[in-house]
């Protein structure tokens, strides 16, 4: 990669990727052209990768031109920055391939694997029932493939004095029966919250998780595209919350933009930070599994890149860039 886009932080960049044969293409960094689907927006979820349409027959490892060396990976904002950091590493073992990387959230990731226009979906979240459908229906199966794990961090302004949350706390914040600080023994202010949009993978499970599934999101919850502008919120807020991935939450932290709240199972139980340690010993209430999807098993290149990705090089980037391995 040129030094340039190097040296921008890791876990801000949300634009689509790109790394193609011979060429690398960081859209408005480099010299190169981007195919004519142009550059994209990993948080609207329109990228180059429409521009490698798959056929709905297309195999998991070949796109509609034939290019078996060609992957269109697309999703999950949460995974966004591995994904990217995969590519580079993958490309660099792999000259010959042809590697397209944007988000747009796990939702659209799905989605353009289901429609054709993508190889990998990523998610962070497993595939709902209806996608399953939806594939089968395109005479395909949805095939999930692990490939890394994360804590959602909850975090809040630096200013906040609180000192933990426990799951039932957050509910109350997220349901909106809960308005002050001060409830929750903290300091007399309005309690201010930010979460993911419904394209999102991380909104469904924290719904999911934390809040219930027949629960809803309070209605003046600010949805957003990512998991940097729900930190900017919650750094310009001094009431805010939000929770984030937890590579994106170290990245925040160390800027001094917002600080991690410790959470709990129960009132009466330790709470503690989404550590890796913490995750894999599941004491950290609220970890999941970070997914790859593809049309039927793997086949070709997506192959070649799952198994990088699962195996021990694979997961060496995962810890470098502070996300949670699969196995400790």
């Not at 990228?47 to 269109?72: E, R, Y």
């Not at 914040?173 to 309005?190: A, H, M, P, Q, R």
């Not at 170290?250 to 600080?259: D, L």
């Amino acid at each position: 990669m040129g030094p340039y886009f190097r040296a921008l932080p890791n876990l801000f960049r949300q634009s689509a990727f790109l790394l193609l044969a011979g060429c690398t293409i960081v859209p408005a960094l480099s010299g190169c052209n981007p195919p004519s689907g142009g550059s994209g927006s990993g948080s609207a979820g329109e990228s180059a990768a429409n521009s490698a349409k798959m056929s709905d027959s297309a195999g998991a490892g070949s796109t509609a031109t034939g290019d078996s060396k060609t992957l269109v990976i697309e999703g999950s904002d949460t995974l966004l920055p591995l994904a990217q950091k995969w590519a580079e590493e993958f490309k660099a073992k792999n000259p010959d391939a042809n590697i397209t990387v944007s988000g747009g959230g796990s939702g659209q990731g799905i989605k353009s694997l289901i429609n054709g226009t993508a190889t990998i979906a990523e998610a962070s979240r497993e595939a709902e029932d209806k996608e399953k459908q939806q594939a089968k229906e395109k005479g395909f199966e949805l095939t999930e493939t692990a490939v890394a794990r994360d804590g959602i961090t909850i975090i809040v302004n630096p200013a906040n004095p609180i000192k933990s949350l426990t799951i039932a706390q957050l509910k109350d914040i997220y349901t909106g029966k809960v308005n002050n600080w001060s409830e929750l023994g903290g300091s007399d202010l309005k309690i201010t919250t930010s979460g993911r949009d419904s394209a999102s993978g991380t909104y469904k499970y924290f719904q999911e998780d934390v809040l219930g599934k027949n629960e809803k999101y309070r209605a003046d919850m600010a949805s957003t595209p990512s998991n940097n502008a729900i930190a900017n919120n919650v750094a310009q807020q001094k009431g805010g919350i939000g929770y984030i991935g937890v590579a994106y939450a170290t990245e925040f932290t160390k800027a001094g933009k917002v600080r991690e709240v410790p959470v709990a199972f129960k009132a009466g139980e330790e709470a503690v930070l989404p550590t890796s340690e913490n995750i894999l010993a599941n004491k950290y209430p609220i970890s999941r599994a970070l997914y790859n999807y593809t049309r039927n098993a793997p086949e070709g290149i997506a192959k070649q890149y799952l198994d990088y990705v699962t195996g021990p090089d694979g997961q060496k980037v995962v810890t470098d860039q502070g996300y949670v391995t699969l196995k400790k």
